[in-house]
């Protein structure tokens, strides 16, 4: 669908639109002359006006809003106000409601705190997502119930920001999966280039510690970080029990991600290193599935590699699996939920598959067999059903852009076991500082609560050339934000 907008000859605004035009034509153009659809936004006698025509059948439709200048719970109301105009008019055109409404935002949830933390009654904050905001009825009462197990976990919300938490990224996996855009690089066989990388990475740790205020969390993701063997990895540990303040952490988590990574003597590390959560990744217990998508493992190993973490003390187990695989129907997903819930790991988290552009799935799509189509929000609601009957508890979401049937991905837990780390990071609670490949460091203002962000480089080599520049950056940053 190609779409002409016009709004206020504003940029930003135009592109605001466009993105929340994309959620109801994820293949939709920008066009000025050979437009399908034409949306003209204007402001007169204190309304804003909003037209759309539809050049196909020449049909076209008007909506109309008083003006408000000052809306509470967003801090852009011209913005806030003209997405609504624009989503009524996409669906008095006949296209589809969203589940989600005129949220494009990855996080949600941070909504529902914001309106608590102004005062906000729950009922006057699901009034205002449902009538306000579109998002269905069933969407708001999660991100209801989401935000309020988030607030029971860390009952001084904004007081987190006074420590702070680490995210480590190892750029290597085994095969890089169809569907990731990850920074994931096929693990070089010349373990040189490893040890470069891991070096570069543990003189980030060796010289960033001593700046750090006391850690909530550890997380080490990727990539898979068990690409490393088991001395590098030992070297890694080492390094940040040498120099990371962690007297106080709370949770250390390793993202073991894929089964053909994970060994006995892996295992026996992080026991002793104090990991607490493992996450081992299944994503679907369906062999063709798995070749299609390039996971070069059994179905088997994913049992003997769960069966081997309990034997050796592990007893916070995430596991992952994601909905809207190639080849995969509602009946596939079935009986890889039935097998990760017999599993009965600590949590479990749902994602929804994301088209992302660069993906090996985007780039060569009729490579790969598609059978999910309408069925996506059967299989998230059927997912939600049978954990909840199997005790576990939605405790973050988050959005993706290009995600299958506009959905969402959800953590879900026993009681007990949310993961720290996903909801500081999620809610942005506090400054999560990213050391080694793709990581970034968030860094939340301990007074203004206003944030920014800095990225480490996501390939190895700029990392291992330019470790210095990286380091002074963070160094910086630390001494403004906990300045002591
Ligand atoms: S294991 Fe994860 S990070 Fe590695 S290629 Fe697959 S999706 Fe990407």
Known sequence: MKVYIQAFENEKLTRSLFSLVQIFDAKATLSTDDWEICLIIQAKDEQYIGKLKKRMDGQDFTFVLPIRRNIPWTSNALNFQVRQ?????????????????????????????????LGMSQNEIFNVLQDEYFIHEDKVLLLQKIASMQRKRFPEWSEQNNRASVYIGIPFCPTKCAYCTFPAYQIPKNEQQVEQFLSALIEEIRQIGPFLPALTTV??????????????????FYAIASYFPLEYVEEFTVEAGRP????????????????TRISINP???????????????????IYQVYDLARKMGMNNINMDMILGLPGENYTKLLYTMSEVLRLS??????????LKRASQITQNRSAYQWNAGDEIEKMMESCR??????????????RQKQMCGNLENIGYCKPGFESLYNILMMEELQTIVGFGCGASSKWVDRWTGKITQDHNPKDP??????TEHYIEKKKERLKQIFVK
């Open 461 to 466: 080599k700029t990392l291992i050339e330019n």
């Open 283 to 301: 994503q679907s217990f369906h062999q063709d599935t798995l070749e299609a998508i390039g996971r070069l493992h059994q179905v088997e190993e």
């Open 219 to 236: 997380y080490i993701g990727g990539g898979t970080p068990t690409s490393l063997t088991v001395q590098q990895m030992q070297r890694l």
């Open 260 to 275: 053909d990574t994970i060994t006995e003597e892996k295992l026996r590390l992080f026991h002793t290193c104090g990991v």
């Open 85 to 117: 105009l624009v989503y009524q008019l996409f669906c008095q055109a006949g296209f589809k409601k969203q589940p989600w409404g005129i949220l494009t935002g990855i996080r949600p949830t941070k909504l529902v705190h914001k309106m608590q933390t």
């Open 385 to 398: 059903l049978q954990l909840e009957n199997h005790g576990y508890l939605p405790y973050y979401l988050y």
């Open 345 to 354: 790991p600590e949590s479990i988290t749902v994602h929804t598959l994301a």
